[in-house]
């Protein structure tokens, strides 16, 4: 698949490639947990790995295999690697500051205290000028350590919102490949603060 996605894209007017990476924790033992991802393939710069093209662009997949904390290890080479200009490399991780379910869609920013997205900041040599989709999972109730509620798995309900919320993140990057970043922030981030104050205005009822 490389040698078939690299003769395209080389020898082609394609578009420049994008690299997606989703944060989170190996193994099963983290599976379905509020700290994890997609499932891939290849191994490929300490992450699982996969490659194709979504209409004419090239599209890279990972998920880093090293654990949240060192996530960069993986991506920072992966980005070199394809000699990918930061603002092609778009991160997926989890939000403790958002609703469960809910997402947000932006073209730059911090870490937000994420230790993930902090160890990807690292490995650009502190450059924050890469885009990101927050995917809410809400707050641990009452005291509940932080550290103990990303690694508990979803309840029946939670799971829905999560599910429902990644397909809706597939089909806004359709958009964001196609259409470009001014029309898919302007659709999405209107869509999800809506959902957002719904889901507020229900809580409080």
């Given at each position: 698949?490389?040698?078939?996605?690299?003769?395209?894209?080389?020898?082609?007017?394609?578009?420049?490639?994008?690299?997606?990476?989703?944060?989170?924790?190996?193994?099963?033992?983290?599976?379905?947990?509020?700290?994890?991802?997609?499932?891939?393939?290849?191994?490929?710069?300490?992450?699982?790995?996969?490659?194709?093209?979504?209409?004419?662009?090239?599209?890279?997949?990972?998920?880093?295999?090293?654990?949240?904390?060192?996530?960069?290890?993986?991506?920072?080479?992966?980005?070199?690697?394809?000699?990918?200009?930061?603002?092609?490399?778009?991160?997926?991780?989890?939000?403790?500051?958002?609703?469960?379910?809910?997402?947000?869609?932006?073209?730059?920013?911090?870490?937000?205290?994420?230790?993930?997205?902090?160890?990807?900041?690292?490995?650009?040599r502190g450059n924050r000028e890469f885009p990101r989709l927050r995917i809410g999972i809400g707050r641990p109730p009452g005291q509940m350590d932080p550290?103990?509620?990303?690694?508990?798995?979803?309840?029946?309900?939670?799971?829905?919102?999560?599910?429902?919320?990644?397909?809706?993140?597939?089909?806004?990057?359709?958009?964001?490949?196609?259409?470009?970043?001014?029309?898919?922030?302007?659709?999405?981030?209107?869509?999800?603060?809506?959902?957002?104050?719904?889901?507020?205005?229900?809580?409080?009822?």
């Amino acid at each position: 698949m490389l040698n078939r996605l690299g003769r395209r894209y080389f020898c082609t007017a394609a578009p420049y490639p994008w690299l997606f990476v989703g944060l989170g924790n190996p193994g099963d033992k983290y599976k379905g947990t509020r700290h994890n991802g997609i499932e891939m393939s290849t191994v490929h710069c300490k992450a699982i790995f996969g490659q194709g093209f979504v209409g004419e662009v090239p599209v890279f997949l990972a998920k880093p295999q090293t654990y949240m904390n060192l996530s960069g290890e993986s991506t920072g080479p992966l980005a070199a690697y394809y000699k990918l200009p930061l603002n092609r490399v778009l991160v997926f991780h989890d939000d403790m500051n958002l609703p469960c379910g809910v997402l947000r869609l932006h073209p730059n920013g911090g870490h937000g205290c994420h230790n993930g997205v902090k160890s990807v900041m690292y490995h650009f040599r502190g450059n924050r000028e890469f885009p990101r989709l927050r995917i809410g999972i809400g707050r641990p109730p009452g005291q509940m350590d932080p550290k103990a509620f990303l690694l508990q798995k979803f309840n029946a309900m939670a799971q829905g919102r999560i599910d429902a919320a990644l397909q809706e993140g597939v089909d806004i990057l359709k958009v964001l490949l196609s259409k470009g970043w001014a029309e898919s922030t302007r659709r999405f981030n209107s869509e999800q603060k809506y959902k957002h104050m719904r889901l507020e205005t229900t809580i409080v009822t």
